[in-house]
T-cell receptor
């Protein structure tokens, strides 16, 4: 069964800290993996997408890595800011499946 | 910028009413999706469509139907709303670039309350 797990469910850090969010998936036959951000009561905003052939993607202070053999992806946020406070969701598309499987998210709070 | 819009941000309906949720994307994407999001359960796929008039059931299609008469519009229909359909509904569209890269874009969501 395809599952996506995100740990921790919630994280609180002081402003300026570097942090890592984790995403685990159960099947190495993935097509791609996407990280999203969701602000309270809003839709999802795409942050980074990693194809199965890639090891990492970077955008500004964000870096996402992919290790298919261990079934893990990490989202690294450098020099965190209060504006980064949101829920971060990981979504995996497996080969042969048209849909994304979503993790339940990590709720991040960056304290000023 | 890709835009995915949903007809309502908030809706309040009564049990038994027929409810229409509309989603429109402006980028000629072939694939469109309806999810619902509930605390503790995450996002669950209700239905998706890979072309006009084509649809497939997702994980939780019971109590829902969909319509895609035009490429840009994907409608979710609650035939007879029930209180357990109170939820946040999210629409998404997906496209594929040359080389196989693809990404999903989400709408702002519709928060539905069924009384």
């Amino acid at each position: 069964k395809q599952e996506v797990t995100q740990i921790p469910a919630a994280l609180s850090v002081p402003e300026g800290e570097n942090l890592v969010l984790n995403c685990s998936f159960t099947d190495s036959a993935i097509y791609n993996l996407q990280w999203f951000r969701q602000d309270p009561g809003k839709g999802l905003t795409s942050l980074l997408l990693i194809q199965s052939s890639q090891r990492e993607q970077t955008s500004g202070r964000l870096n996402a890595s992919l290790d298919k053999s261990s079934g893990r992806s990490t989202l690294y946020i450098a020099a965190s800011q209060p504006g980064d406070s949101a829920t971060y969701l990981c979504a995996v598309r497996y080969r042969g499946f048209n849909k994304f499987y979503f993790g339940s998210g990590t709720k991040l709070n960056v304290k000023p | 910028d890709v835009k995915v819009t949903q007809s309502s941000r908030y809706l309040v309906k009564r049990t038994g009413e027929k409810v229409f949720l509309e989603c429109v994307q402006d980028m000629d994407h072939e694939n469109m999706f309806w999810y619902r999001q509930d605390p503790g359960l995450g996002l669950r796929l209700i239905y998706f469509s890979y072309d006009v008039k084509m649809k497939e059931k997702g994980d939780i299609p019971e109590g829902y139907s969909v319509s895609r008469e035009k490429k840009e519009r994907f409608s979710l229909i609650l035939e007879s709303a029930s209180t357990n359909q109170t939820s946040m509904y999210l629409c998404a569209s997906r496209y594929r670039l040359a080389g196989g890269q693809e990404t999903q874009y989400f709408g702002p969501g519709t928060r539905l309350l069924v009384l």
